[in-house]
C-alpha cells in the first residue's frame, strides 16, 4: 500500500509549556508545514494518565493550542486539534492493547521515570500510554513524526506495534485488498537539529521539563522579558571559558546545553556558535544568549496571551480540526475493524 506521506505529533496539555517543547517539537512543526500534510494534535487523553485538575486542563489545552498558533502554525493549513474530539484515538489504542504486549511495554523508560517507586499505584493508562501514541500515529496513517528525542523510544515501539498488526493480520489485510499486506506504514521519527533534548538550566544532567519543581529549571513560553533573562544569567554553568570545537564540550553538560539552545533559537550549528563565542566566558556568552531568548521567545508569549483572550475562537479552531482529523482517520478505522473481523 502506497502511504501518502504525512506528519503526525502531539503535545500534552499538562501546563508550563517550555522551551524544550518549542524547540525540540514546534518549530519543527512549523517548518514541516512548509512542505507536508501536518496533523498537530493537543494530546488531552495522554494527560490525564496522571492527575489533571478538570478547569486547569481546559485551560492548557487552550493554552497549547495558542502556543502552536503564536508560533506560527496556520491552523487553515494544518488540521489543529484536540484528541479527545476524535474517538478513533480510543478505539484504535484499545485494538493496539491488544497487539502490543506486556513485555514491550514493560521495557519503556518514560513509565519507569513516571510511575518512580509507585509503580503499583501508578494508572493503568500511564502502563498503556505508548499504545495510544502509536494509535494517534497509525489512526492517520502517518509517516513522519517531528518530537524531541525522549520520544524515541515510543516510536519505536509504534514500530513495533504497524508492524505486528500487519503480520497477524496478514492474511484478512490480503482479503481486504491491500496486496502487498502493508496497512500501517512505519512511522519515521523526525530527531534533528542542536536542541532535540534541552537540560534543566539547573542541572545539566536532566531533561528540562514541565513537571520539575523548579521554575527555573526552565524557560516557558509565557515567561516575560525580565524572566527570561533572570534564568539565562543564573543559569548553571562551569568556570571555564567556551571551547571553540564542538569536542570541547563533551562532559560539560551545562555549556554544552548553552550552546545548543542558542544554535538552535540562531538557526544555525553548534559549531558556528563556538567559531564566534570559542575563547569567550560566560560573562560574555550568557547576555548574548539571553538577548536572544528574549528576542525570538518573548514575542511568542505575548501573543500567546492575546490569542488566549478570545478562548471560543480557539474552540472553534479545534473543533474545525477534529472534523477535518475525522475525515482522515474514519476510513482507517473502518478498514481496520474490517481487517479484525468486526462487523459494522
Ligand atoms: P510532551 O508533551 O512531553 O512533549 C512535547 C514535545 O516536546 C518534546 N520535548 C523536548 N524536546 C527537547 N528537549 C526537551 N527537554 C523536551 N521535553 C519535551 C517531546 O519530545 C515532544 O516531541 N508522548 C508525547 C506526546 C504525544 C505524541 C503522540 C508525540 C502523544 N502522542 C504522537 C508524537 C506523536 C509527549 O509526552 O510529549
Redesign the pocket.
Known sequence: MKHQERV???????GNL?????????TKFVTLQESHQCLY?V?DM?AITVWQDPAELRGNIREVTAAFIASGLDPKKNIIFN?SQVSGHAELAWVFNCVARMGWLNRMT?FKEKAGKHKENASVGLFS??N???A??LLYH?TH???????KQ??EL?RDIAQKFNVDFADAIKAAGIEDGLFFPQPEPLIQGP?????SLRDGSK????SDPSDMSRITMTDDQDTIAKKIRKAKTDPEALPSEVDGLEGRPEAANLVGIYAALKGCSKQDVLTEFGGAQFSVFKPALAELAVEQVSPIGEEMRRILNDPAEIDNILRNGATRAREISEPIMAKTKEIIGFIQ
Open positions: 503526525f505529533s502531539g503535545v500534552q496539555p499538562t517550555h522551551l524544550g517543547n518549542y524547540l525540540g517539537a514546534i494534535c494530546v495522554h484528541q518514560q500510554y505508548p495510544l501514541m502509536a494517534d500515529i502517518a513524526v517531528p518530537v524531541g528525542e525522549d520520544q515510543h516510536l509504534a536542541a532535540t533534548r534541552v537540560m531533561k528540562m521539563s514541565k
